[in-house]
């Protein structure tokens, strides 16, 4: 989950500015569930253009016909009901992480965003940087052999009871809170988009699913996990990933957030794996393994949400109802894979939370 509000900040920068040329964005609508003027008072704060219209509640920005595609960032526990509100009443719907809850969830609002063949993504901004477009190319081009291994992490290195006592989204069972759903998730895609997005094994008709294992750790005030480490091995290729995340470790920003291992050398991600900036590439070689390239990926305005927009615009533009980069499938999988680990550790959501039906009429 993201501020909205640097979403929207980032939707209103021209994006002539990031040498985009194809595509616009116009916000024409937000709506708060709390009341009109917190909506009014968010379009101030983001300085939203004067036909920008504000509603005190999501039904009534639905049932705006000049809305093509809505934006979720309301709590985890609420992304299920929240989407499905939206896909019914025939929006286009850029979803925040994590997707769901649940895997069950997820595989519900996919299929209803098919039958009505409406846009349905992740928000998982990370996948469009262009520093992970020249990473992936980086791969494909061989500049580190063949990948073996990625080691990824996101921690917050926050004092936990301090900060979020026991009614903090990120600690609140229920707001489905916790490392693995918030943090867990940016490892998780880094792993995912190199050994399994872009393996060799990718264009196969059958697949064999990761075998998972991992361990959390709780926050004894509320039962959410504070930290979680997964492990993710793909039989089909004999590669692995490791993720870790924590909401109380902290990280040393001089380390790099992921490492793509291959036989031939490793490329190093800097800065959160959330919001990378720099990357180094380092060859084995025969002697001392040495730096071969360094790059930096600068954001010289705005937070970097704008390029996710983007590829919507495109993807809406074209006619798609699913990402090329971010596929449903493997948003599937990656919340699949969250089960299991939420399943080995018995952490389990209020059952509000769990269910797969909606609580109110839709």
């Given at each position: 989950?993201?501020?909205?509000?640097?979403?929207?900040?980032?939707?209103?920068?021209?994006?002539?500015t990031r040498g985009v040329h194809n595509v616009t964005h116009n916000l024409v609508a937000v709506a708060s569930s709390a009341s009109l003027q917190k909506a009014q008072?968010?379009?101030?704060?983001?300085?939203?253009?004067p036909?920008?219209?504000?509603?005190?509640?999501?039904?009534?920005l639905l049932a705006d016909p000049s809305v093509e595609i809505v934006y979720i960032s309301t709590p985890h526990s609420h992304h299920f009901q929240n989407a499905h509100t939206a896909l019914l009443a025939g929006k286009h719907v850029l979803l925040e992480k994590a997707f769901t809850v649940n895997a069950a969830q997820t595989r519900i609002l996919i299929k209803l965003a098919r039958d009505k063949k409406l846009f349905l993504m992740e928000a998982m901004w990370t996948r469009f940087f262009p520093l992970m477009q020249h990473v992936r190319r980086l791969i494909k081009d061989g500049a580190i052999g063949a990948v073996q291994r990625v080691v990824a992490d996101r921690n917050l290195g926050r004092d936990v009871e301090r900060l979020y006592g026991t009614e903090h989204r990120l600690v609140n069972p229920a707001l489905a809170g916790g490392a693995l759903l918030d943090l867990a998730i940016y490892p998780l895609t880094w792993i995912f988009q190199i050994l399994y997005h872009d393996s060799p094994l990718a264009s196969g008709t059958a697949?064999?699913?990761p075998h998972v294992?991992?361990?959390?750790?709780?926050?004894?005030?509320?039962?959410?996990?504070?930290?979680a480490t997964v492990v993710v091995t793909f039989p089909g290729s004999r590669t692995q990933?490791?993720?870790?995340?924590?909401?109380r470790v902290a990280s040393n920003p001089t380390d790099p957030g992921v490492r793509i291992l291959g036989d031939k050398g490793q490329i190093q991600v800097f800065g959160p794996a959330a919001r990378p900036l720099t990357i180094a590439v380092v060859a084995y070689g025969e002697g001392v393994p040495q730096v071969v390239e360094?790059?930096?990926?600068d954001i010289p305005v705005g937070h970097g949400l704008f390029w996710e927009a983007d590829a919507c615009a495109q993807y809406l533009e074209e006619g798609k109802t699913e990402a090329d980069l971010m596929p449903l499938e493997e948003t599937l999988l990656i919340m699949d894979v969250m089960d299991r680990?939420?399943?080995e550790n018995e952490l389990q959501y209020p059952a509000e939370v769990e269910a797969h039906q909606l609580t109110r009429n839709n």
């Open positions: 989950m993201l501020p909205v509000r640097q979403f929207a900040k980032d939707l209103l920068i021209d994006p002539s008072d968010f379009l101030s704060a983001v300085n939203a253009p036909h920008t219209t504000a509603y005190g509640s999501y039904e009534s697949r064999l699913p294992s991992s361990s959390l750790v709780k926050y004894a005030p509320t039962g959410v996990d504070e930290t990933g490791v993720a870790t995340a924590s909401l360094r790059k930096d990926f680990v939420r399943k």
